[in-house]
């Protein structure tokens, strides 16, 4: 699950964007940071750069058929 996602433009230069991804990356790892990036026994994890895009272009790739029933079932 990606709770929170953070993204970048498209078209970023592939430096910038593992530069980006390697910092996030570091700073989700670290204790010291808000004591992790999930509450203990939550089971959360922070989703990693190429995971999270994976998801995002699967999520693309959804027949727009199924993307207007999910619009139609959260209204309710």
């Given at each position: 699950m990606m709770a929170r996602p953070y993204v970048a433009p498209p078209g970023i230069p592939p430096e910038r964007l593992n530069a980006l991804r390697a910092a996030f990356d570091a700073t989700?790892?670290?204790p010291g940071?808000?004591?992790?990036?999930?509450?203990?026994?939550?089971?959360g994890?922070?989703?990693?750069g190429p995971e999270a895009a994976a998801l995002i272009?699967?999520?693309?790739?959804s027949p727009r058929a199924v993307v207007k029933l999910a619009i139609e079932v959260m209204k309710e």
């Open positions: 989700m790892k670290d940071v808000s004591g992790g990036c999930a509450a203990p026994g939550s089971g994890t922070a989703g990693l272009d699967e999520i693309y790739a």
